[in-house]
């Protein structure tokens, strides 16, 4: 028996986040456990990726953020998601090969958890911002010709919607290939809620379809 290639198109995208990214109880009814009804598959970034007819790389943690992981008791917590970047499995402290998958996009879909409960621990705007920025140089050090795409939503908009939108148009506005895609609330108003309040697959779908065409500009794919 032989393997049969299907070959490439040489499009590569990489997706950062948490819960969501995941998939993360979007194939289930509420009340549902989550961990039963997740499915990575079809979640918005692997959607992204099928619509472009890109290979992609999931990098996704559930409850991870930018520096504040959910319902931590310090505003910075000490293995937020960036920690895990420069790392080939998560458990295991082997620096990953940047060089083996290089994509042309990444897009980061973080904050969320770091505003969780209890709000008396949220980081503060400028302990957030850096961390993001932070981050965003992080990406483009280990891919120095990728474009990076800053998602926020829809599970939680205020404050980091704002916060996330001010560092991708601050970056933007150097001539940085950064640009910001909102998700608005009602992407989740309309399609309904999974599993502990993250979105269903039609919500993913939602989630895709936004995200499309602002990296096709940029991509030109």
């Known amino acids: 028996m032989s393997l049969i290639s299907i070959g490439s198109t040489g499009r590569r995208m990489e997706f950062l986040g948490a819960s969501m990214t995941c998939g993360f109880g979007n194939e289930g009814t509420p009340p549902c456990d989550p961990i039963k009804f997740e499915n990575s598959w079809l979640a918005w970034g692997p959607d992204i990726a099928r619509h472009f007819g890109a290979d992609y790389h999931i990098e996704a943690w559930s409850g991870k953020g930018v520096v504040r992981n959910y319902g931590d008791h310090h505003p910075i917590s000490v293995d937020p998601l960036p920690s895990y970047f420069p790392l080939t499995v998560a458990t295991e402290k082997f620096e990953w090969k940047f060089s083996d998958f290089i994509p042309q996009a990444v897009v980061i879909n973080l904050g969320t958890n770091d505003f969780s409960d209890p709000k ?10 850096n961390g993001y920025r932070n981050f965003i140089r992080a990406i483009q050090h280990a891919y120095p010709n990728v474009t990076v795409f800053a998602q926020c939503g829809p599970m ?6 704002g916060y996330i939108e001010e560092v991708a148009m601050e970056l933007k506005s150097q001539k940085e290939q950064v640009d910001y895609i909102p998700l608005p609330e009602e992407i989740l108003k309309k399609t ?5 309040g993250h979105p269903t697959v ?15 500009r940029w991509l030109g794919w």
């Not at 939680?156 to 919607?161: F, K, R, W």
């Not at 779908?205 to 499309?212: F, G, L, T």
Request: charged letters at 10%; aromatic letters at 6%.
């Open 192 to 196: 309904g809620y999974g599993c502990d």
């Open 202 to 216: 039609n919500g993913h779908h939602m989630i895709a379809d936004i995200s499309i065409p602002i990296i096709s």
């Open 156 to 161: 939680l908009i205020d404050p980091v919607c």
């Open 120 to 129: 008396s621990s949220q980081p503060t705007r400028q302990q957030f911002q």
